[in-house]
């Protein structure tokens, strides 16, 4: 199928399974989570520390939502990083999983969008200042006064190369506002990172669309870093990825691992915190990719040789 094909596909299998935005909202479900969420303490997550691999391999850890650490013999990169215990005021399920020393050692740090749980102030000025941060399009004056050694803007198709890696940015389907009173027209993009002869996608936040596709032919990812939650109710799905839509991305990528991120840490959106994971590891069942798909814990990581 083409992409409008498989789109129109999607929007069907999904049809019994989403709420529409009024059978959603008039239960007043998102209210009931966030004041239980606010009386129920954030849990724990270990976090050991994650040593710079040997030449040839990559580690990748996750740290929760959007936030992944790539650990190379030279870099160490987070994505999109989000350490605190609340947004807006809705408490964080389970903590950021990462060792205080590899905090201190991050040397550049990747941000795929302006919203506040993917560019986080609070989060970034934690992070050390002689690390080099990429920012999207019109999304400089956001982060320049938080005292990093050098700010990148890097626009849709434009390479950054540092210490042992190449950095390109890639489209995005997702809006690249600060807030509802910003107008000013913010870019949104995913990232393609390569080192050690590897190839690491990550998507950021995004919607199913038909760049997916594109990505995998022009640089072939061995591993698809894709979000899995925020997409109940229906609606949602314009900008974000049901786990259905992730499988559909995967594939059209034609990446070896899918590494599901962006779950488990916040309920933003109305399905069940746990749903998101259960239901993909189904879909990897009843497709047989089991072996490709790598769920990983908080604080968990894996090593690409």
Known sequence: MDATERTKHLNFEHR??????????????????????????????????????????????????????????????????????????????????????????????????????????????????????????????LVADLGFSRVVELGVGQSFPFEDLEIIAVPAHHSGSRGPLDRRRRGASGYIVRTQGRCVYFAGDTGYFSGFAEIGRRFDPDVALLPIAGYQPAPLRAEHLSPLDALYAFEDLGARTLIPIAHGSFELGYEPIAEPLTWLRALGQERKIRQALVALAHGQTCLLR
């Open 16 to 141: 019994s399974r989403l709420r529409g935005a009024l059978r959603a909202t008039l239960p007043l479900g998102f209210l009931r989570t966030a004041w239980r969420r606010w009386w129920t303490p954030t849990l724990p997550a270990a976090a050991a520390p994650v040593a710079h691999p040997v030449p040839g391999t990559v580690a990748l850890t996750f740290v929760g939502h959007a936030t992944v650490m790539i650990t190379t013999p030279a870099a160490r990169v987070l994505t999109d990083p989000m350490l605190e215990n609340s947004l807006c005021g809705l408490r964080r399920v389970r903590a950021a999983a990462i060792d205080a020393r590899d905090l201190a050692d991050v040397t550049l740090v990747l941000i795929s969008h302006p919203h506040r749980d993917h560019l986080s102030r609070t989060s970034l000025a934690r992070l050390p200042g002689t690390a080099t941060i990429v920012v999207p399009p019109r999304c400089e004056s």
